[in-house]
């Protein structure tokens, strides 16, 4: 089944989808479930039920679905799209299975009622894939950040990233971080990029391990860069 994926895009997700299908659905519905979640909240699908009810459901009709993820690799889109798009389709299916169900018992034309049903649900909503990507967003540059600062405190260089937090997080002055950190102000600026280097490094590590191409990485990075400073 290898053989099936394009070259481009094996990564460490796809591999689990062919080879380890049960851990691959597990790390999707564990990575995306709050993303999706603000999605729900952010749209009009927030009016059919409770967000994390929704996101359950439609990973146990689809993500459990052996082959859905593996439709995903060759779809060309971001997972977080393809997941996006699924929750869609799929609630709106289930809203319009209920409707009718209910309509036909009372009597209501059916061909409305889809209708009516389809133009409400059909679309995403810019501000639910807004918030979609920057839930998406804060989650991997979370998980960037505690990765590399796990690993300079087990290097016993926890300095380092505190440097890098006062500096680039608080807008201290290399000056005043080194007066902290008791870092030599010769060494600040080396050591600030060496963590931004490490941190970069762990960004495209995480988005390669999620299924995105390598050509895709520079424009995903942008888009990061771009969602948390809106």
């Given amino acids: 089944m290898a053989d099936h994926f394009p070259t481009t895009h094996s990564t460490w997700l796809v591999e689990r989808i062919d080879r380890a ?19 729900v909240r952010s749209s009009r699908l927030r009016g059919l039920g409770e967000p994390a009810d929704l ?6 009709a689809r993500v459990a679905d052996a082959g859905y993820l593996a439709r995903w690799t060759a779809s060309g889109l971001p997972l977080r799209r393809w997941l996006a798009n699924g929750l869609l389709i799929h609630a709106r299916n289930t809203a319009l299975a209920a409707r009718r169900q209910s309509s036909r018992r009372e009597g209501i034309d059916l061909e ?9 649900l059909a679309d995403h909503e810019t501000d639910a894939l807004l918030a979609l990507e920057r839930r998406w967003a804060i989650r ?17 260089r926890s300095e380092w990233w505190e440097l890098f937090r006062l500096h680039t997080v608080h807008g201290k002055t290399y000056a005043q971080a080194c007066a902290v950190t ?9 050591v ?5 280097d490490r941190l970069r490094a762990t960004l495209v590590a995480i988005l390669e391990r999620d299924g995105i191409r390598q050509e895709d990485i520079d424009n995903e990075l942008a ?7 809106s």
Avoid: K, W
């Fill in 21 to 39: 299908p049960d851990e691959a659905r597990a790390h999707v519905m564990a990575r995306y479930f709050d993303p999706l979640c603000a999605y």
């Fill in 55 to 60: 996101v359950n459901a439609f990973f146990a």
């Fill in 112 to 120: 409305e009622l889809d209708r009516t049903a389809q133009l409400r």
């Fill in 140 to 156: 991997t540059v979370t998980e960037a950040h505690e990765r590399v600062r796990s690993e300079l405190d087990t290097e016993g």
């Fill in 182 to 190: 008791g870092i030599p102000l010769t060494s600040a600026s080396s």
């Fill in 192 to 196: 600030h990029r060496q963590v931004i």
């Fill in 223 to 229: 888009l990061l860069q771009d969602l948390l400073e």
